[in-house]
């Protein structure tokens, strides 16, 4: 049986490109991004599903992801480089990611069961078959784990560290892999959900093993089994749903990040809650992120 639920705007403060929610339970808050504005954005979520920025920085160029780390900063997927946020607020590039001028970005990123970061990369002008989805190793250089996608997007591991899923957007697909965090080695990379016409986003898994599909275009998260079986969809009143993230104290509070930036006019008067963050209740808890265990740079 398919349960369908209706989320509720989160707050009034609308984004370009919000992306990337991801629940930093040591220090309670809610890190995210607005992509285009090049902000990186920590918040509070109350009980009912408000949530209420705290503090905001601002960084050249646009960001695609911030996750936190385990001395208290960000790890930025910035433009072309990762970069940390420090707890003081500085901000420190580190390895490049994509070349100078390419006209390609860092997009969504997440850590691996070791405290590892992965990142997915993106052509800005459309149309790819060469992305990449990286990672960074701790003596600081980067492994490519694809190079052949259309656009590297969300990505989200079991609960138990042992399978990794990678969403190419363009492809309209989630992959899956096998995945052993000790040693990072990965197996075959195989198609776990086709969307068919449907642009997956933003990923995230819950305690029960199911993953959570942002539908970008759609205005929906959906929820799918271990197996693939869609079991429950997560209405949203903005098209251009962009990830979601399960957050709160008990994370059980599904914020979802929409963008308004890439809808014409007559979309936004259609749609005028987009670029807003939206919320719902939902009985599985989410898996705390595993903050980044640093590598020195900077």
């Not at 992801?65 to 790890?75: I, K, R």
């Not at 580190?94 to 990369?121: E, F, H, I, M």
């Not at 993106?122 to 190079?147: I, Q």
């Not at 251009?240 to 008067?269: C, F, I, K, Q, Y």
């Amino acid at each position: 049986m398919l349960t369908t639920i209706e989320a509720l705007s989160a707050g009034e403060e609308t984004y370009q490109l919000a992306e990337g929610p991801r629940w930093d339970a040591a220090r309670g808050r809610l890190v995210w991004v607005d992509i285009y504005a090049g902000e990186v954005l920590r918040g509070t979520v109350d009980g009912p599903g408000l949530v209420t920025v705290e503090h905001r920085d601002h960084v050249d160029g646009m960001v695609g992801a911030a996750l936190p780390t385990t001395d208290g900063g960000l790890v930025l997927a910035a433009q072309e480089h990762v970069a940390v946020l420090g707890a003081d607020r500085r901000l420190a590039l580190g390895p490049r990611v994509v070349p100078a001028g390419s006209g390609r970005r860092c997009n969504d990123a997440t850590t691996d069961p070791a405290g590892r970061l992965l990142v997915g990369t993106l052509t800005m002008d459309g149309g790819s078959d060469h992305e990449a989805l990286v990672r960074l190793e701790p003596d600081g250089s980067l492994t490519t784990l694809d190079d052949d996608l259309g656009q590297a997007n969300g990505i989200a591991f079991s609960t138990d560290g042992t399978r990794m899923y990678s969403v190419d957007t363009t492809r309209h697909v989630v992959h899956a892999r096998d995945y052993d965090a000790a040693t990072g080695r990965t197996g075959p990379r195989a198609v776990h959900l086709d969307l068919g016409d449907a642009l997956p986003d933003g990923i995230t898994v819950d305690a029960a093993d199911h993953l959570w599909v942002a539908v970008f275009g759609a205005g929906e998260v959906r929820r799918f089994s271990p197996t693939g079986v869609l079991d429950t969809v997560v209405r949203v009143p903005a098209p251009h749903t962009t990830s979601a993230a399960l957050a709160g104290g008990d994370l059980r509070t599904l914020v979802v990040t929409t963008g308004s930036a890439e809808l014409d006019d007559a979309g936004r008067a259609a749609h005028p809650l987009s670029g807003r963050l939206f919320s719902a209740r939902v009985d599985v808890p989410g898996v705390p992120v595993v903050p980044w265990r640093a590598v020195p740079f900077g």
